[in-house]
């Protein structure tokens, strides 16, 4: 069975602050796959990332970034000099080996920035 | 290109109704999900169709199906509402639902049951 553990329920921060949202994860196949979305108060989900199991190689991409551990299955997330249009939950995503999408996600992280 | 539709985007009804929900993928895609999300529970997995099959199927009770035409657009059916199935339906559609294609998601269909 595939889990995803978002224990960050809620997250407060000023603006330009870095934040970090953890995600860790179980599952016993060793081809799966991981993803971020952003849920922002619009309400619809916005895929972010995604990274394999063989690609430990951590990824930037402006002020995000994503950093993944296999050694402690973990995949997290920082908003650097976070800004107040972040504000929304986001989710860490598992989909598992087997061909078909049958992804796993987790409760989410709500993030607020406060101006 | 346009993105996921769902249709209504707010429904209310009574316990024991049943309610039918749509979806239509973007334009392309054959893999349409299904998820309900609540607060309590976050997103969790009903269903997945390609090309008119269900190919997988979360943890739900048989009361939920649903459906997917030919031209990939879907439909989920949920019968004998419960006021415990009030959540925010979401379809999601992918290229071939694979286990590595990113997901896009529609707005979402709010189903308040009184």
């Known amino acids: 069975a595939q889990k995803v553990t978002q224990a960050q329920t809620e997250i407060s921060v000023v603006e330009k602050e870095d934040v970090t949202l953890d995600c860790v994860y179980e599952?016993?196949?060793?081809?799966?796959?991981l993803f971020w979305y952003k849920q922002p108060p619009s309400g619809e989900l916005v895929f972010l990332i995604r990274r394999n199991s063989f690609d430990e190689q951590n990824e930037i991409s402006g002020r995000y970034s994503w950093n993944f551990q296999k050694s402690t299955s973990s995949f997290n997330f920082t908003i650097t000099a976070s800004q107040v249009v972040d504000s929304a939950v986001y989710f860490c995503a598992l989909s598992g080996s087997g061909g078909y999408q049958k992804v796993t996600f987790g409760i989410g992280t709500k993030l607020q920035v406060i101006p | 290109k346009a993105g996921v539709t769902q249709t209504p985007r707010y429904l209310i009804k009574t316990r024991g109704q049943q309610v039918t929900l749509s979806c239509s993928p973007i334009?392309?895609?054959?893999?349409v999900s299904w998820y309900q999300q609540t607060p309590g529970q976050g997103l969790q997995f009903l269903f997945e169709y390609f090309s008119e099959t269900q190919r997988n199927k979360g943890n739900f009770p048989g009361r939920f199906s649903g459906r997917q035409f030919s031209n990939s657009r879907s439909e989920m059916n949920v019968s004998t509402l419960e006021l415990g199935d009030s959540a925010l339906y979401l379809c999601?559609?992918?290229?071939?639902?694979?286990?590595?294609?990113?997901?896009?998601f529609g707005p979402g269909t709010r189903l308040t049951v009184l």
């Open positions: 999601a559609s992918s290229l071939a639902g694979e286990s590595f294609n990113e997901q896009f």
């Open positions: 599952t016993r196949d060793t081809t799966y796959y």
């Open positions: 334009s392309g895609h054959r893999s």
